[in-house]
């Protein structure tokens, strides 16, 4: 996607209003192979009757232009018509971005549909992450699934080479630190970017819902020295983020700032920093319907089969509109990182502070470049 392609969205940093969701994550099912501890889904929701190609065709026409679309689950990729459900997307509500995570098991799946969703969508940017938490048998353990770790690494190695082969696609690791993990966070990202050639590594930390609530228990110095090194090997160039992507450097930028957010939130010093767009910017559709304003609230909007698959009259409802009343009056915060992007890139006062972080990610990737260490 061009750069005016996503241009087209700015308005929305001073009028938000009256506005369609840009941003937009789709539970495309509810079943997984793999029984992670750190699940958001584990605990509250069980499998429903997914939403099928049609009903997605009727849900889409219903609603406005998309920046971003994150289909997930669940493990997307069970799915054998996700392509289908993306083109959909990209063909009617002319979506800029796409993000699918993956847990790694499915190498002759994944590497099949991103070739279709490549080919399908020639102008869309295309990002896949892989999740890896440890390492070897440690991962397998974690994630309760024996041998996902070399399927992970097959799933990998394959992505990147169609990595290669098309500017617009991008293939990612997505680590969460829980506190099954926490200890070895750093390990683990340092060996996946010396020994597999990751370039992009996407830190996450445990959050409310988990299916084990004992994996919310991270230590906030881990945490923190985890996410100093990952911005230092992005400011050194050993990371470099959505590299060929327009303004790359400005999401490293927003990256850098979020992180530290969550640091202050993981360390219990300050909660709210940023206006929450969900229910406004960004809204979350479940596999069977349910629209909610995020995946940690516990508010439901409204089904879409209930009211005719008509996404814009759950939208712009009274209930919605009680809601996103509700999270602005409470402040409402919390550190899911994909939200606290759009929130920190759509809040103008952020805008000063992106442009500074900006600049020093710049400066410090043109002094290492000589070989001189800020």
Not at 286 to 312: K, S, T
């Amino acid at each position: 996607m061009s750069f005016l392609g996503y241009a087209r969205y700015a308005g929305r940093i001073f009028k938000k209003r009256g506005a369609d969701p840009h941003y937009i994550v789709l539970f495309v099912t509810d079943v997984c192979n793999a029984h992670c501890g750190h699940c958001l889904l584990g605990a509250v929701r069980p499998a429903t009757r997914e939403l099928s190609v049609d009903e997605y065709e009727k849900i889409s026409r219903s609603m406005g232009n998309i920046l971003f679309l994150l289909p997930t689950g669940g493990e997307p990729f069970l799915r054998d018509d996700l392509s289908e459900i993306v083109r959909i997307f990209c063909r009617n509500n002319r979506v800029a971005n796409v993000g699918i995570p993956t847990n790694g098991s499915l190498t002759v799946k994944v590497v099949e549909q991103v070739r279709r969703m490549l080919a399908e969508n020639p102008g869309v940017d295309l990002a896949i992450d892989v999740s890896i938490d440890a390492l070897g048998e440690e991962h397998d353990r974690l994630r309760a699934l024996p041998g996902l770790f070399e399927k992970c690494l097959w799933t990998l190695h394959e992505l990147q080479k169609i990595e290669k082969e098309h500017r617009n696609f991008n293939v990612n690791v997505c680590t969460t630190m829980s506190a099954f993990n926490q200890k070895n966070a750093l390990e683990t990202t340092s060996a996946l970017r010396r020994e597999h050639e990751v370039r992009n590594i996407n830190n996450l930390v445990a959050r409310k819902g988990a299916r084990s609530e004992s994996a919310l228990v991270v230590d906030a110095g881990l945490y923190e020295a985890w996410a100093k090194r990952l911005r230092e090997e992005t400011e050194t160039d050993l990371l470099n983020g959505y590299h060929d992507y327009p303004g790359a450097d400005v999401i490293n930028a927003m990256k850098n700032i979020r992180q530290d957010m969550i640091t202050r939130i993981v360390r219990g010093e300050k909660g709210y920093q940023v206006p929450c767009y969900a229910a406004n910017l960004a809204g979350v559709i479940y596999a069977g319907g349910d629209v909610y304003p995020c995946e940690i609230l516990e508010e439901p909007l409204g089904n879409l089969r209930e009211e005719n698959y008509d996404f814009r009259k759950i939208w712009f409802s009274k209930r919605t509109e009680e809601v996103r009343r509700r999270i602005r009056e409470t402040k409402c915060y919390c550190t899911y990182e994909c939200f606290l992007t759009n929130n920190i890139l759509f809040t103008p006062r952020m805008l000063p502070k992106v442009a500074v972080e900006y600049g020093r990610l710049k400066a410090r990737r043109a002094l290492a470049k000589i070989g001189i260490k800020a």
